[in-house]
Nanobody, 125 residues
């Protein structure tokens, strides 16, 4: 499975961005998808996840109410809509696929087998 993340960029605080994660090589319709981010000097952290069916989502407390994760299995693509962006959201954002078929979403990056290359999000104050 190859994952391609895109949609990052420079945005002012309060603005919005939509990240996309396109999968190729194999359908990911049975995989849970997670978005993670890593800011300079910090460890990679879980941001949001959606299970294989789209029926369950999970978010880090820091993004709840501002970010929305979704997926379109027909397009083999997942999305992260980010609204009300803050300077502290600045990071490289990665999408990842977890090939363990579970209803629940795992939040540890160690559990995800496939990773995209990352897309940079910069939020200016």
């Amino acid at each position: 499975v190859q994952l391609q993340a895109c949609g990052g960029g420079l945005v002012q605080a309060g603005g919005s961005l939509r990240l996309s994660c396109a999968a190729s090589g194999r359908t990911v319709s049975r995989y849970n998808i997670g978005w993670f981010r890593q800011a300079p000097g910090k460890e990679r952290e879980f941001v949001a996840g959606v299970n294989w069916s789209g029926g369950r989502t999970d978010y880090a407390d820091s993004v709840k109410g501002r970010f929305t994760i979704s997926r379109d299995n027909a397009k083999n693509t997942a999305y992260l809509q980010m609204n009300s962006l803050k300077p502290e959201d600045t990071a490289i954002y990665y999408c990842a696929a977890d090939d363990l078929i579970t209803w629940n979403i795992r939040v540890s990056s160690d559990e995800y087998e496939y990773w995209g290359q990352g897309t940079l999000v910069t939020v200016s104050s």
